[in-house]
């Protein structure tokens, strides 16, 4: 625990020491607050609530996330500093979830920055604040699990624009699972089981709930057992893969 | 009494073999040169001692604890400079020194005073907040060594310690490495041959992942009509 700590602490820093942590958090607000004043039409619905706010979060964090994985440890291979980390009297483990947690925090910090949104839909009508604090769960649960993800996949390789890629890629894959578009393609000939099988491997799917303020034990659980599942994937690689 | 026991150390990669049965001893008080060409396996056989590559076949035993079953324990009692020293670079060395230095386990004034330590140890005084990869290839490797002798461990592993240091850092570097010699096991790599007669008091030259010669400075060199290490390294080895 004591190590997973001392690795957050200077993980998380180690955003701010750079220009990384700007960079990120600007273009951050700057797009959600286009997303959901132009896109969705914020005014317009004449409704005081988040929904034009956080429907486009998974198409910002499509982007957005793998930016801040793709050097996890990527960088750490091409620098060769992953020796020196993984000679250090700590598990694989600890390196894993110090870094992670620390890029999930970072993310927090990012997604919290938003509150001016908040401020202004309760300034404008009287929204439902507990749909809004659902809203904003179910958003860092999806950015922890598109980080897992992009964390994994940048422990793949010594190239971040690879990682990059990739991770922009398997991201898109889980959120376009949900799409009526993909879904009607399996429809037609596709059993119903394995349609609800698909939807349900959607980051959308599990997602959209969480933002309209249904707190489901379904959709949390989804998102942690995905976290899990490639942060456990991210372990092996890393096993696999270091010395390369 | 602190000791590197290597037994039967082997690594594969795919139908390469970088390091083929290697077996040996180093106990306390022993400054160990590692010499062998480009390629021979110093490094690779050091990624093994320290834990960082699994071996194919075989183990270490760093004072008596197995790098494979017991990696904790066996890494708490290693320091350890990788080759080309690698580091956080948009970190400064202080922060750097401070980061390892809790990783390590030490804390408060305890890990203040042995930071300061450390630092005036290697002369990183005026480059301490600087980040660090603003630094001259000297003085990143001094916060290699800087790291690696940080908690003050038994077995001390450098690789290539004093490569791309000028010759006035060459010594100091041997002289911080002497002074240490009594209390730790102290393995090193180098291909400077001037270096195993500077600080080494036992030399193993490998080639092709095998130990080709064994033995003190002197020794070696007895095997050349000419009394030169570099005879006997170029007549080993070629």
């Known amino acids: ?244 | 009494m602190n000791s590197v026991e290597i037994s039967h150390l082997r690594k594969d990669f795919g139908r390469f073999t970088a390091v083929a049965d290697l077996s040996f001893t180093v106990k306390q008080g022993e400054v160990l040169g590692f010499l062998g060409p480009n390629g021979a396996g110093k490094s690779t056989t050091m990624k093994m001692i320290t834990g960082f590559l699994t071996p194919t076949a075989g183990t270490a035993k760093i004072c008596g604890f197995d790098i494979l079953s017991q990696p904790i324990d066996a890494k708490k009692k290693i320091g350890y400079l990788p080759e080309g020293a690698p580091a956080y670079p948009d970190m400064n060395p202080e922060d750097f020194l401070t980061f390892i230095a809790e990783i390590r386990g030490l804390q408060g004034d305890i890990k203040r005073k042995r930071v300061r330590e450390v630092i005036d140890k290697v002369n990183l005084g005026n480059v301490a907040h600087q980040s660090i990869d603003t630094l001259s290839k000297g003085y990143k490797r001094r916060v290699g060594l800087a790291q690696a002798i940080l908690h003050d461990p038994d077995v001390l592993i450098l690789d290539e310690p004093t490569d791309g240091l000028d010759p006035n850092q060459k010594h100091e570097v041997r002289t911080l490495i002497k002074n240490m010699a009594k209390e730790k096991v102290i393995i090193l790599s180098t291909h400077i041959l001037e270096e195993v007669d500077a600080v080494c008091t036992r030399a193993i030259i490998i080639a092709n992942g095998k130990i080709v010669a064994d033995g003190t400075p002197e020794q070696l060199e007895a095997k050349s009509p000419q009394k030169r290490l570099d005879d006997v390294f170029r007549s080993m080895t070629m």
Not at chain 1, 71 to 81: I, N
Not at chain 1, 95 to 108: D, I, P, S, Y
């Open chain 1, 1 to 244: 625990m004591d190590n997973i700590n001392i690795i957050f602490k200077r993980e998380l820093n180690g955003y701010f020491s750079t220009p990384i942590a700007y960079v990120f958090i600007v273009i951050f607000l700057l797009l959600s607050g286009v997303f959901t004043f132009h896109l969705g039409g914020f005014f317009g619905r004449g409704q005081a609530d988040l929904q034009a706010f956080f429907t486009f979060h998974p198409w910002l964090y499509l982007f957005l996330i793998p930016a801040l994985s793709m050097r996890l440890w990527a960088e750490e291979r091409k620098s060769g500093s992953i020796e020196l980390l993984l000679t250090l009297p700590i598990s694989i483990t600890d390196a894993v979830l110090g870094k992670f947690l620390a890029a999930w925090a970072f993310t927090g910090i990012a997604l919290a920055l938003t509150f001016p949104m908040w401020i202004t839909v309760n300034y404008l009508g009287s929204p439902d604040n507990m749909v809004i604090v659902a809203g904003y769960i179910g958003s860092l649960l999806m950015a922890g699990g598109f980080l897992a993800m992009g964390s994994s996949i940048s422990a793949l390789t010594k190239n971040q624009v690879i990682a990059f890629i990739i991770s922009v890629v398997v991201c898109l894959m889980f959120i376009l699972s949900g799409l009526p578009m993909v879904l009607d393609f399996f429809n037609g000939w596709a059993s119903q089981t394995i349609v609800d099988a698909i939807s349900s491997f959607s980051f959308l799917t599990h997602f959209n709930a969480m933002s309209k303020g249904v707190i489901d034990l379904r959709d949390l659980v989804y998102f942690i057992s995905l976290m899990a599942f490639w942060l456990f994937a991210n372990i092996v690689f890393i096993e696999m893969k270091k010395a390369d």
